[in-house]
T-cell receptor
Framework: AQSVTQPDIHITVSEGASLELRCNYS??????LFWYVQSPGQGLQLLLK??????LVQGIKGFEAEFKRSQSSFNLRKPSVHWSDAAEYFC?????????FGTGTRLTIIP | EAGVTQFPSHSVIEKGQTVTLRCDPI?????LYWYRRVMGKEIKFLLH????????ESGMPNNRFLAERTGGTYSTLKVQPAELEDSGVYFC?????????????????FGEGSRLTVL
């Protein structure tokens, strides 16, 4: 069975600081990996996805993620966060027409 | 282009009552999904429609939940009778049918969710 672990429930970073959100997955085959973000009052929005090829994936809003098969990880990074990045972030693995999500990481930005 | 819309945004009902949630997918999207997030936990798959047919309903918790998709357009999710543990946020998502090597997994477009509170 597929599963996703996001070990950090809540992260606080200063505006302008770098960010890394952790995601580990379990999946029996080549995974399809996603990061979604939910801002307050909004639906889930896709940040980026990995299907195959280059293991460093660029997404919207300046985010990137790196797929590391040996570590079963797909961590999300941003070099410099903005106050508007405050939101909840979800990692997901896809297969057989459905996504399996992690529990989410809530990001707080302090001035 | 309108996104996925869900109604109501928030519903508060008492245990034993009935609630119906509605989802209007993006026009032309044949795939429609329902997910649920119980507070503090992961977003869990409930079921998947392709057009009006249920492709996978393995995530439906029990027979108190009934999902329909009339004519392959909008979908409803009815909970009857509601229990306390049904509280959570119910998300709807849609996507176009894909073909080829993606095996049907692509970007899902999510609505804002319907928050259900059962007292």
């Amino acid at each position: 069975a597929q599963s996703v672990t996001q070990p950090d429930i809540h992260i606080t970073v200063s505006e302008g600081a770098s960010l890394e959100l952790r995601c580990n997955y379990s999946y029996g085959a080549t995974p399809y990996l996603f990061w979604y973000v939910q801002s307050p009052g909004q639906g889930l929005q896709l940040l980026l996805k990995y299907f195959s090829g280059d293991t460093l994936v660029q997404g919207i809003k300046g985010f990137e993620a790196e797929f590391k098969r040996s570590q079963s990880s797909f961590n999300l990074r941003k070099p410099s966060v903005h106050w508007s990045d405050a939101a909840e972030y979800f990692c997901a693995v896809g297969g057989n027409e459905k996504l399996t999500f992690g529990t989410g990481t809530r990001l707080t930005i302090i001035p | 282009e309108a996104g996925v819309t869900q109604f109501p945004s928030h519903s508060v009902i008492e245990k034993g009552q009935t609630v119906t949630l509605r989802c209007d997918p993006i026009s032309g999207h044949d795939n429609l999904y329902w997910y649920r997030r119980v507070m503090g936990k992961e977003i869990k798959f409930l079921l998947h429609f392709v057009k009006e047919s249920k492709q996978d309903e393995s995530g439906m918790p029990n027979n108190r939940f009934l999902a329909e998709r009339t004519g392959g357009t909008y979908s409803t999710l009815k909970v009857q009778p509601a229990e306390l543990e049904d509280s959570g946020v119910y998300f709807c998502a849609s996507s176009p049918l894909t073909s080829g090597s993606f095996r049907g997994v692509g970007e899902l477009f999510f609505g804002e969710g319907s928050r259900l509170t059962v007292l």
